[in-house]
């Protein structure tokens, strides 16, 4: 749908519309979750400890700007999914890069992640996924919108890095923007199946 030429990006107007139409077009399934002000602390001071600790790490300096929103929209997003589905709050604990990639919903022996994205945002996702992901949009610091589940082949087939505004991020060429909303499943779909103890999505 997207031009795959390099380094193209498109207008902020034209970008903010082209994410209300695709966000908007399929937006009943969708659950705004609220963050408690604890957790929001939570969230933020784990946020600051990241960037001091992990500021060595190569990959790290060559990861893009805007880390701090790009950290806390991360992880406000995985407070959105645990809250919503009640299981075990996110890891705060911090390390190495590489011993940190594993399934955000690990804890309930599901081989899924969570990607949020700011709204006016496309979802930055893997441009080969190995895992299904749960999309979310942050509304406000204590509103989060889970928009639903996307498998793999969804995510391969809805995806642009001409949607990646970040010039550092798609100059890495690993990610790209995710604009498939209308082929998500719900997440309370999801949610009757969460007990599984295995991959609800392969």
């Avoid at 992901?133 to 793999?152: F, P």
């Avoid at 909303?181 to 949610?191: N, V």
Wanted: charged letters at 30%; glycine letters at 4%.
């Amino acid at each position: 749908m997207f031009s795959t030429e390099e380094n193209v990006f498109m207008e902020d107007t034209y970008y903010q519309n082209l994410f209300e139409h695709f966000y908007g077009w399929d937006n009943k399934k969708y659950v705004k979750v609220e963050i408690s002000a604890d957790q929001l602390k939570q969230a933020k001071d784990f946020v600051k400890e990241v960037i001091k600790r992990k500021s060595t790490e190569t990959h790290y300096k060559k990861d893009g700007r805007h880390k701090e929103t790009r950290h806390l929209t991360g992880i406000l997003g995985e407070f959105a999914v645990t809250n919503y589905l009640q299981i075990d709050k996110p890891d705060l604990s911090i390390g190495k890069s590489r011993d940190y990639d594993n399934p955000d919903l690990m804890r309930i022996n599901c081989n899924i992640g969570i990607k949020t994205s700011l709204f006016y945002n496309f979802p930055a996702v893997p441009l080969w996924p190995n895992r299904p992901e749960i999309i979310c949009i942050k509304l406000t610091d204590r509103v989060i919108s889970i928009c639903g589940l996307a498998s793999i082949p969804v995510i391969l087939g809805y995806q642009s890095q001409r949607l990646i505004k970040d010039p550092k991020l798609r100059a890495r060429n690993k990610k790209s923007g995710f604009w498939g909303f209308h082929k998500l499943r719900s997440i309370e779909e999801f949610a009757r199946y969460k007990n599984l103890k295995k991959p609800y999505i392969k």
